[in-house]
């Protein structure tokens, strides 16, 4: 056997922290027995620079925060051969509240905690390149609409001040027409406003377009799109964010994986209410959180969820109405799950008929 085996025997009870930075990356090498620090160096985050350290050598265990580089370079190393540990970063309280944060303590944290056990990196799993190439066509539709809204309330603020109101339309017929509406002394800060108001609605209507084409791609999404009020951004960002349904053994998994479950505190007998937890991804959980909202309103269908959305805003008060919302939320994730899993047909009324059903054999 010769020195080169020996070496790559040896290489194989290597594990790694890589804090990712922008430009350069903090690289802690560790002897996965005797926790011996074996390698301390910066790289460039990038392909090329990644491939210089990584390609050809052993596979090693290699522990990474979840952040803006980290799906592309886990991918990148997976294809080299190693494995990849994807940490979140949510719950590295270790590094946190470290006073002596900095990069090459960031990576050191990292090697040990995948030294020890993995579990304590609470591993994430990250979506596919062309589900994320996909996710990113909702996501800027997402912000081009939230550019929109602002322009609009700064178009209408601004006519108000002055006294007057412009006329009530939707966000899609908002732009240059409305310019003979403005107060003459206000068009020449505003019109411009509404011309970009107009370039936005029409790349808005192309990013629509996109959207149909993804329903078709995913013909799985029609089975979300059952449910009234659930509408095709949603039901992508659904599917694109999860991925696969066979990730969760149980649909209620589902609504703690989107944050939206109660974080708990418990100490001996004190048990207090807190807010949901909020983790995950933060763009599905808004979705969720509006589709609720129009369950609950006034052209959201009579169904389960609604019925059980309105049992609990009973009393009318402002915040039971937000409980509501969320737990509507929560309970279609569930359902949203389920329904792509199974391949089922909606039942607005499943839980209805259902107890309907017991009260009968009672």
Not at 221 to 239: D, K
Request: hydrophobic share 40%; glycine share 6%; net charge positive.
């Amino acid at each position: 056997m010769g020195k080169d085996s020996t070496l790559k025997r040896a290489s194989k009870q290597e594990v790694a922290g890589l804090d990712l930075g922008d430009r350069y990356s903090q690289l802690c090498v560790l002897d996965r027995k005797s926790g011996k620090k074996l390698e301390e160096t910066r790289l460039r985050t990038t392909a090329q620079g990644l491939r210089q350290r990584f390609e050809g050598a052993a596979p090693m265990r290699i522990a990474i925060e979840v952040g803006t580089h980290s799906p592309w370079v886990s991918r990148l190393l997976q294809e080299l051969g190693h494995e990849v540990i994807v940490a979140n970063s949510h719950k590295l309280r270790l590094i946190y509240r470290n006073r002596r944060k900095n990069d090459k303590v960031d990576a050191e944290y990292l090697a040990r905690l995948a030294r020890v056990d993995p579990a304590l990196l609470h591993p994430l799993q990250h979506r596919g390149r062309q589900a994320q190439a996909d996710l990113a066509v909702l996501r800027s539709r997402d912000a081009l609409v939230k550019v929109r809204t602002q322009l609009i309330l700064r178009v209408r603020g601004a006519v108000k001040s002055l006294g007057h109101r412009l006329p009530k339309c939707s966000p899609d017929s908002f732009g240059p027409r409305l310019a003979d509406e403005l107060p003459e002394e206000l068009q020449p800060a505003l019109t411009p406003l509404l011309e970009t108001v107009g370039r936005v609605n029409d790349q808005i209507k192309d990013f629509d377009r996109q959207l149909r084409g993804l329903v078709r791609k995913y013909p799985e999404s029609e089975l979300l799109l059952q449910i009234r009020g659930v509408g095709p951004v949603t039901a992508l960002a659904f599917l694109l964010t999860l991925e696969d349904p066979e990730r969760f053994a149980k649909s209620r998994s589902v609504g703690a994986y989107l944050g939206l479950v109660p974080a708990a505190d418990e100490s001996g007998e004190s048990s207090p209410e807190l807010r949901i937890t909020k983790q995950g991804d933060a763009f599905l959980r808004r979705l969720l959180v509006q589709c609720a909202h129009y369950l609950l309103g006034p052209f959201g269908e009579d169904c389960d969820l609604r019925r059980f959305g309105e049992h609990l805003a009973r009393g009318g008060s402002q915040r039971a109405k937000k409980r509501a919302a969320i737990a509507v939320a929560r309970k279609l994730a569930v359902l949203l799950h389920r329904l792509w899993r199974n391949a089922e047909v909606y039942d607005r009324f499943h839980n209805a008929k259902r107890a309907e059903r017991s009260q009968t054999a009672a």
